[in-house]
């Protein structure tokens, strides 16, 4: 907690605590869910200066009777991009402060990405006067690889200078993906690790073990949010790993690893979003939601909590934050039903959010950043060859793909997109700098039937990714996507069927989450049946086939990347 710092203000809290003067609020007759103690029980909560005095009642200037009500601390977020909600980050706080969340800890590496420090810049301001609180952690992969083209670069001295100049709000260094570079003892990776000294290092090593764990283990990194599996976060528990259990849009793997947490390692396990749609925090919720699995899958209802609390609070030393306890901030959540996590009253410092003022808008301004070349159906043609072609491979609810070895369908001797085979044609333009880099390649599996689909978020240099039956098709939706200055489109037969602008770094709305909400789920409702049978949502699937740090065959602006070589490969096998 905040100390005093003076021996008056330490001896007003302390009458404060004693009841010798009014508090300014109590919370009578609540059921604490105690994060520290591992109980629920019984508890009269004061509150002054937004902060918790005390747990047994005293006078106070306002009172408010929970008639048995169950109340938690604020919920944190362990790790989420903010950018991946389609949100700018006022309309995601009031998206999800109703459903209890305190806290959020975000990595900007998506706009990072794509505006440099001047993206992270504006993450800051757009956030510096939000009731719900906003933690950063500094991108350590900005480009993520050398094979792909991005907006913009982050040295180790960058990493130094803004948590220097942010100490209270950017906590450490994010989520360190080039293992690769960590293992081989990459220069600028390793200046980067140093560059966060002794403050947190979030980790991402998906399936990484045995001694390659351990120097990744050793060199800093100390999270984890990409297990998959049991046995993969049981070895990196072992080895002093917090794990972050993931459950967003596209990558859902609670259930998958809850039989690895039991009563002694639980308090080394938080819930993490880390990409999470504005439609299913409208459907579904944010870390609400979190709870509500975790306890339908059988975890301790006070466990449970601590995972969605304390426990994140306590890996990024967020003190005073996390508990419902003196000297802890008044972070508080009323809930009405505790295993149903229905949210009757949120108090974020103590005040209750009905009274608080959550600004709409996407704050500060950005500059436009869709700078593609000449756009024709001309550059979409893909190479003649010999033999048989590297094909990426959907693999469904997975951003992991697999390298497929097929025989073309051809036209004029150039592979062609086939319907009957679920193969589509995948370009990758680039948007940033202007270079005219258009990386080309095939998949199998998207269910795109007809027409095309573009997006201007491609994890993770987030040029444009384009995927269709019809190139006609393809150059519209890509032209439409940059007239909007970024989004989602989806076109047919020679016309635009739906769009969702993302004018903010081709990233984010700057419209309110109700209507982003209601534009992406109007505009995935235009794509069936006419343009396909897909599985969930194609353009939060698009978006990873251009992500070349997850296994096995990618596609950027430079063309096919075999992941596991982690090296350019061609589309034709033979050559």
């Known amino acids: ?194 560059a966060a000294g002794d403050r947190p290092i979030d980790g991402h090593a998906p399936l990484l073990s045995g001694r390659d764990l351990e120097a990744y283990v050793l060199a800093g990194p100390g999270s984890d949010h990409e297990c998959t599996r049991p046995e993969e976060a049981l070895e990196k528990l072992r080895l002093g790993m917090h794990l972050m259990f993931r459950e967003g849009s596209s990558e859902n793997n609670l259930d998958d690893l809850l039989p690895a947490l039991n009563e002694f390692n639980a308090s080394r396990v938080s819930l993490a979003t880390d990409d999470l749609l504005v439609t299913d925090i409208r459907d579904r919720g944010h870390m609400d939601h979190k709870l509500r699995h975790a306890m339908a899958s059988g975890v301790p209802a006070v466990r449970a909590v601590q995972m969605a609390s304390i426990n994140t609070a306590r890996y990024f030393g967020l003190r005073g934050r996390g508990a419902v306890a003196p000297g802890f901030r008044a972070d508080l959540v009323v809930l009405d039903d505790l295993e149903r996590v229905q949210v009757a009253e949120v108090f974020l410092g103590g005040r209750r959010l009905r009274h608080l003022r959550l600004p709409r808008g996407a704050g500060a301004k950005l500059p436009g950043t869709m700078r593609l070349p000449e756009l024709g159906p001309d550059m979409l043609q893909l190479p003649q060859g010999r033999g048989k072609v590297r094909v990426i491979g959907v693999i469904p609810g997975q951003i992991l793909t697999e390298k497929r070895l097929l025989e073309p369908t051809l036209a004029q001797g150039r592979p062609v997109a086939d319907a009957n085979r679920d193969l589509a044609k995948l370009a990758v333009i680039e948007r940033h700098r202007g270079t005219g880099n258009v990386g080309l390649g095939l998949v199998q599996g998207l269910g795109l039937t007809a027409g095309a689909l573009a997006s201007s978020v491609g994890h993770d240099s987030h040029n444009l990714i384009v995927a269709g039956q019809d190139d006609a098709d393809m150059i519209l939706a890509a032209r439409e996507a940059a007239r909007l200055g970024g989004g989602f489109v989806a076109a047919l037969h020679g016309r635009v069927r739906a769009s969702l602008p993302l004018p903010l770094a081709g990233l984010m709305s700057d419209a309110p989450f109700e209507e982003t909400a209601a534009r992406l789920e109007a505009l995935l409702a235009s794509l069936s049946p006419a343009m396909g049978a897909f599985q969930g949502n194609p353009f939060a699937l698009l978006s990873f086939l251009a992500l070349p740090v997850i296994p096995a065959l990618k596609l950027t602006d430079r063309g096919l990347v075999d992941v596991d070589a982690f090296a350019l490969v061609s589309l034709w096998d033979s050559e």
């Open 1 to 194: 907690m905040e100390r005093a710092r003076s021996t008056e203000e330490l001896a007003r809290r302390i009458a404060l605590a004693r009841g010798e003067v009014p508090a300014g609020l109590l919370l009578k007759n609540a059921r604490l869910v105690n994060v520290l103690s591992g109980e629920i029980h019984p508890a009269d909560i004061t509150v002054a200066g937004g902060r918790v005095i005390g747990l047994h009642g005293g006078p106070a200037r306002a009172t408010l009777d929970l008639g048995g009500r169950y109340v938690i601390p604020g919920l944190i977020d362990s790790h989420i991009h903010i950018e991946s909600t389609l949100l700018c980050p006022r309309e995601f706080a009031r998206a999800v402060a109703p459903r209890g969340t305190a806290a959020v800890v975000c990595d900007p590496h998506e706009i990072a990405n794509v505006l440099g420090g001047a993206g992270i810049e504006y993450m800051l301001a757009a956030t510096a006067d939000s009731p719900l609180a906003f933690y950063f952690m500094m991108p350590s992969c900005v480009p993520a690889t050398h094979l792909e083209t991005s907006g913009a670069a982050l040295s180790a001295e960058d990493v130094r200078h803004f948590l220097a100049a942010h100490p209270e709000r950017i906590l450490g260094l994010a989520e360190m993906m080039n293992f690769p570079g960590v293992l081989f003892r990459d220069p600028e990776v390793l200046a980067k690790l140093l």
